[in-house]
């Protein structure tokens, strides 16, 4: 089986090919340190096998100045783009592996297609595990973060959908008018919302909810 490697590490990478590769089962056929190299090696995989894409991919979240996590759109548009008989190419499983615990994180990383999530500090065994779980069809996340996860979603109960909508989209930078077009609001709306944010947590500026 096929892994591509997204990350910019060479001795973490190092060890996670021998792992791999130990198994007798899983072949790294790629390592990238940049989404645009990621890309590049998913367009010479699939001219050369004929659109036969990696069967798994490991992604680093941070990548120098690139943020991991928008390799997940790009291989979800590549394979819609990417066509065998009219339907598309059947995308990948990424598992997302990170030093970061941050709840938010791990929350936009599925919303965003991914299958696993797995830290940094994990061992070879809860590796494979990892990767046998999601080859398995199911998804994966340490049980360290699976923990965080929960307390997050606990904290995320006492605000609406479009107060929860609304922090996501802080946390992502994105100023009042972005959150108002992305939501399809006005921006009156948009500052009364973040008042309420502001009451139920006791916030008074947005690094704070950034950090939430």
């Given at each position: ?21 130990q ?66 190419v ?6 997302v ?8 994180k ?21 590796l ?7 080859l ?31 922090i ?18 006005n ?26």
């Open positions: 089986m096929k892994v591509l490697l997204i990350d910019d590490h060479p001795m973490l990478n190092a060890g996670i090919v021998s792992i791999l590769e198994t007798g089962f899983f072949t790294v056929c790629g390592q990238a340190e940049s989404l645009e190299q990621a890309m590049s090696i998913i367009e010479k995989y699939d001219a050369l096998y004929k659109q036969n894409l990696p069967s798994f991919i490991i992604l680093d979240m941070l990548l120098g100045e690139d943020n991991g996590l928008d390799f997940l759109p790009m291989l979800e548009k590549y394979c819609h783009n990417k066509k065998i008989e009219g339907k598309p059947k995308k990948p499983p990424v598992l592996c990170s030093a970061l615990g941050d709840p938010f791990i929350q936009t990383a599925f919303k965003l297609g991914a299958s696993g999530f797995l830290s940094k500090t994990s061992g070879k065994d809860e494979l595990k990892a990767i046998d779980t999601i398995g069809g199911k998804t994966y996340i340490s049980g360290e973060l699976n923990i965080k996860l929960e307390e997050n979603s606990s904290l995320y109960a006492k605000f609406s959908k479009r107060e929860t909508n609304v996501d989209l802080i946390k992502l930078n994105k100023t009042n008018k972005q959150i108002a077009d992305a939501l399809s609001i921006l009156r709306t948009v500052e009364n919302y973040i008042s309420r944010i502001y009451f139920k947590t006791g916030f008074s500026s947005r690094e704070e909810v950034q950090k939430f």
